[in-house]
């Protein structure tokens, strides 16, 4: 199940939901993962507003979980209002809670994004398994490694030119289950059962954490296109 879903309200409109938790990474002593709250609000509001365009969402508002310390409030909301800024979307509205009455010994974040709008599929006629190339764009990281490796993970700015892209079909942020998992679902969903293992210069079956990578579909024949655009970061699944 992925962390984006659409809902039809009473009325007939269509909501968009994404949302992402968070837990043991942190500034407090039981965390397992050492890093600031900005940096924790930062990758939370990555995965959730990925989801959301990805899946075609347009979002505006956003609910917070903080289960950090209540001071921390507003470095959590300043870093929702620079990533939704950077992404487009500078007016969208942020409301939530905070645990106060209890002390927790490990910190934990929840950001749920919601939207309205249609898949990114809805009126476009979809090529045909063998026309298109699939690439992984990124490179699977967790834990520290999102600290140490930064720079290789996806920018979200080539993030945002990929979902605007013509010839990008799918567009799935990568998840726990790494990224060989979210290739097989999209090879079935074709109505093809895999027959080889894919592989490609980066680890497919590890966690991309924060969804440092993701797994595009495009049109084989704009590879050379897709490959400028995203240069180091552009690698190509092969069976």
């Given at each position: 199940?992925?962390?984006?879903q659409?809902?039809?309200?009473?009325?007939?409109?269509?909501?968009?939901?994404?949302?992402?938790?968070?837990?043991?990474?942190?500034?407090?002593?039981?965390?397992?993962?050492?890093?600031?709250?900005?940096?924790?609000?930062?990758?939370?509001?990555?995965?959730?507003?990925m989801?959301?365009?990805?899946?075609?969402?347009?979002?505006?508002?956003?609910?917070?979980?903080?289960?950090?310390?209540?001071?921390?409030?507003?470095?959590?909301?300043?870093?929702?209002?620079?990533?939704?800024?950077?992404?487009?979307?500078?007016?969208?509205?942020?409301?939530?809670?905070?645990?106060?009455?209890?002390?927790?010994?490990?910190?934990?974040?929840?950001i749920?994004?919601?939207?309205?709008?249609?898949?990114?599929?809805?009126?476009?006629?979809?090529?045909?398994?063998?026309?298109?190339?699939?690439?992984?764009?990124?490179?699977?990281?967790?834990?520290?490694?999102?600290?140490?490796?930064?720079?290789?993970?996806?920018?979200?700015?080539?993030?945002?030119?990929?979902?605007?892209?013509?010839?990008?079909?799918?567009?799935?942020?990568?998840g726990?289950?790494?990224?060989?998992?979210d290739?097989?679902?999209?090879?079935?969903?074709?109505?093809?059962?895999?027959?080889?293992?894919?592989?490609?210069?980066?680890?497919?079956?590890?966690?991309?954490?924060?969804?440092?990578?993701?797994?595009?579909?495009?049109?084989?024949?704009?590879?050379?296109?897709?490959?400028?655009?995203?240069?180091?970061?552009?690698?190509?699944?092969?069976?």
């Open positions: 199940m992925r962390n984006f659409y809902a039809d309200t009473p009325a007939g409109q269509k909501i968009a939901i994404s949302s992402d938790f968070a837990a043991g990474i942190g500034e407090k002593e039981g965390d397992k993962v050492k890093c600031s709250y900005d940096m924790l609000a930062s990758m939370t509001m990555r995965v959730v507003f989801e959301m365009l990805s899946g075609g969402g347009s979002p505006f508002a956003v609910t917070i979980a903080n289960g950090c310390y209540e001071n921390t409030w507003g470095t959590i909301e300043k870093e929702v209002a620079r990533t939704s800024t950077a992404l487009g979307y500078p007016d969208i509205v942020v409301t939530g809670s905070t645990e106060s009455n209890i002390e927790l010994q490990e910190s934990s974040l929840g749920t994004v919601i939207g309205e709008g249609n898949s990114r599929m809805a009126g476009r006629e979809r090529p045909s398994i063998d026309h298109l190339g699939f690439a992984v764009i990124g490179e699977p990281l967790s834990g520290d490694d999102v600290l140490e490796l930064s720079d290789h993970m996806v920018p979200l700015h080539m993030f945002k030119v990929l979902v605007e892209h013509d010839h990008v079909w799918d567009i799935v942020p990568g726990s289950k790494g990224i060989a998992y290739w097989q679902r999209l090879i079935e969903r074709e109505g093809t059962v895999p027959e080889d293992i894919p592989f490609s210069t980066v680890n497919l079956y590890v966690s991309c954490g924060p969804s440092s990578a993701i797994l595009i579909s495009y049109d084989k024949h704009k590879e050379d296109e897709i490959y400028q655009l995203c240069g180091s970061h552009f690698h190509p699944i092969q069976t």
